[in-house]
């Protein structure tokens, strides 16, 4: 009975697994007796230790979520090898709070989220461009894929501009041939009277023609006799014109007047001897006060004085009365010679090392070289154009290299032993309005019209520096300072720039000299010899002198009726200098 029981007790499924293990194990049963007691039930036990698979449940979990999420693009370090797709996959997830477009702060570059750099091969880019705008489709640069018409793509075998097929070439060709003949024979069939009128499109097909069809054969027709007398006339006037430009410069007679008493003295000496004691007399220079002598004998304005190299004791200046005077400064104080060899206004002069000779460039195009002793013309230079500067090559072994800066835009080098022109530095795009030499005469700094600074090396007419900022004015004066490490512009914005002669010849932006009025005038810039003044003339008859180190005006003088245009400070006494101007005057000032 208690087994009865005991069977009741138990479900239907442990009754089974009871057989279950009883098959299994034959043996067991008959190892029990029916006088045993009864079978009891024993949990099954694993041999194997118990292992936590919490962790590889996770991993596994979290190796698949990596395959299958996108990378997170703050993070530093990816833990896994993600596959291509994955790296250039967009950004998922919810919206930043702080970003309007969901990107965080750090990761945006660009108002507008985050972009990224791609470089593209111009030429690739513009063979897709232009397969874009004559085909429809353009290859996608971020993939393999291709954007547009994707009907014109399939049709066009995805051809591009540039790799048409040499077969579609030749095909195009002959189509395009069949229809211009297409074309003629329509027009052959046309109204005659159409053809031959211009104003239709008939007339336009037949006489269309290639633009590498060499001349263009235009319709030939008589001339008139308006046509006839006005191609004469012209002819005529060319003929003239070329006769005159054999001469190039306008020819006028060489003529010098002495004024003095004597051109040598009881000692033999010239006028132009300087005077033995002539020396400077000490080192630092002095603000003129008051005017000391008036030069007058020009009977219209002055364009330039300069004195005497190295002793001053003579002044030459160019008149616009075509004359060009010496004056004595020492002595007498007066005129001493006239050069007249010039048929208009002289622009510029300029003394050799020595003085013994000068150089003068005119309006009539020439640029005559001086003795100065006898008034003789020694060489006449022209090129045609009108010579706005002369200057001559510093270097004693150098005094027969003449340069000018002309009207054409080229700066001009001659040899005066030869007289023939060894080169010509042509770079600007206006005229060249000064030349100053600077570097211990290997280098020269030229200013033009076209509103820039150029420099070169001598002998080289290649620009080894070019100067032009958008708010540089034109510059039609400049000199070098005493210590020749910085060159003073007369700028036409009324100021005076500076300008540093080292290799980069930058500007001195702590330097600058302000007040003046010389807008629209080539106002000549000037250094005392001890370097501490610099002055210039102005538009209203002024000459101001300002202090170099501080910039500050020093003190302004009248001293012309009208334009101050020229200033010179002496060479050896250091209160004294000379100014002249339109009214026709030179004044000397102490």
């Known amino acids: 009975m208690d087994l009865l029981k005991s069977y009741a007790d138990h479900s239907d499924e442990e009754l089974n697994e009871a057989e279950d293990k009883k098959q299994e194990n034959p043996g067991s049963s008959m190892a029990s007796s029916p006088d045993s007691s009864p079978p009891r039930l024993l949990p099954s036990k694993s041999a194997a230790p118990k292992v936590d698979d919490t962790m590889l449940a996770l991993t596994a979990v979290q190796a698949h979520q990596a395959l299958s999420k996108p990378i997170d693009p703050t993070q530093h370090a990816v833990a896994f090898n993600p596959t291509y797709d994955q790296l250039w996959a967009p950004i998922y997830g919810p919206a930043h709070p702080y970003a309007k477009d969901g990107i965080a702060q750090g990761m945006r570059n660009h108002k507008l989220g985050f972009v990224e750099d791609a470089y593209v091969n111009p030429f690739v880019f513009d063979e897709q461009y232009n397969t874009f705008h004559k085909y429809g489709y353009a290859a996608d640069p971020s993939g393999n894929d291709y954007v547009g018409d994707l009907d014109a793509l399939k049709e066009n075998g995805a051809i591009s501009v540039y790799n048409i097929p040499q077969q579609e070439q030749k095909r195009q060709k002959i189509e395009k041939k069949k229809e211009m003949d297409g074309k003629e024979d329509e027009g052959g069939e046309a109204d005659p009277e159409q053809i031959n009128n211009p104003a239709t499109d008939e007339w336009l097909m037949k006489n269309k023609k290639s633009p590498w069809a060499g001349k263009k054969e235009g319709v030939q027709t008589e001339l008139t006799e308006e046509q006839k007398k006005y191609a004469e006339e012209y002819a005529k006037k060319k003929e003239e014109k070329g006769h005159a430009g054999g001469e190039k410069g306008e020819h006028v007679v060489d003529k010098s007047t ?63 009365d075509t004359k060009v005077k010496i004056w004595d400064v020492f002595n007498s104080g007066k005129c001493m010679r006239t050069y007249m060899g010039h048929s ?41 154009k009108i010579p706005y500067v002369v200057k001559l090559n510093p270097d004693e072994d150098k005094q027969n290299i003449l340069l000018a800066g002309m009207s054409d835009k080229k700066i001009v080098q001659w040899d005066i032993n030869t007289g023939q022109i060894t080169q010509e530095y042509d770079q600007h795009l206006g005229a060249v309005n000064t030349i100053t030499f600077v570097d211990n005469n290997r280098r020269f700094v030229t200013s033009s019209d076209d509103k820039s600074l150029r420099v070169w090396e001598f002998g080289i007419p290649v620009v080894i520096k070019y100067i032009s900022e958008p708010h540089m004015h034109s510059m039609p004066s400049i000199s070098l300072h005493p210590n020749t490490n910085w060159l003073a512009a007369q700028s036409l914005d009324n100021q005076i720039l500076i300008y540093s002669t080292r290799e980069r010849f930058q500007l001195n932006k702590k330097k600058r000299f302000a007040g003046h009025i010389v ?70 000032w102490d």
């Not at 003068?360 to 006449?380: C, H, L």
């Not at 005038?521 to 370097?531: H, K, R």
Request: aromatic share 14%; proline share 3%; charged share 25%.
């Open 344 to 384: 208009k206004a002289v622009r510029d002069i300029s003394f050799c090392n020595d003085g013994t000779k000068f150089l003068t460039a005119g309006y009539d195009k020439n640029i005559k070289y001086w003795d100065t002793e006898t008034g003789q013309v020694i060489s006449t230079f022209s090129t045609g």
């Open 519 to 588: 807008a629209g005038y080539a106002c000549q810039v000037n250094f005392s010899p001890d370097g501490r003044f610099v002055m210039s003339g102005d538009g209203e008859g002024k000459c101001w002198f300002w202090d170099w180190k501080s910039c500050k005006v020093f003190r302004t003088v009248k001293c012309h009726e009208g334009v101050c245009i020229g200033c010179e400070w002496h060479p050896l006494e250091q209160s004294k200098v000379a100014t002249c101007g339109w009214d026709g005057l030179i004044k000397y």
């Open 258 to 320: 002495f004024h003095g008493k004597e051109e040598r003295d009881y000692q033999g000496r010239s006028w132009i001897a300087p005077p033995k004691d002539a020396k400077a007399t000490n080192d630092h220079c002095y603000i003129p006060k008051r005017l000391v002598h008036t030069w007058s004998g020009h009977t219209k304005g002055v364009s330039a004085i300069r004195f005497f190299p190295k002793y001053g004791h003579l002044i030459l200046s160019a008149g616009m």
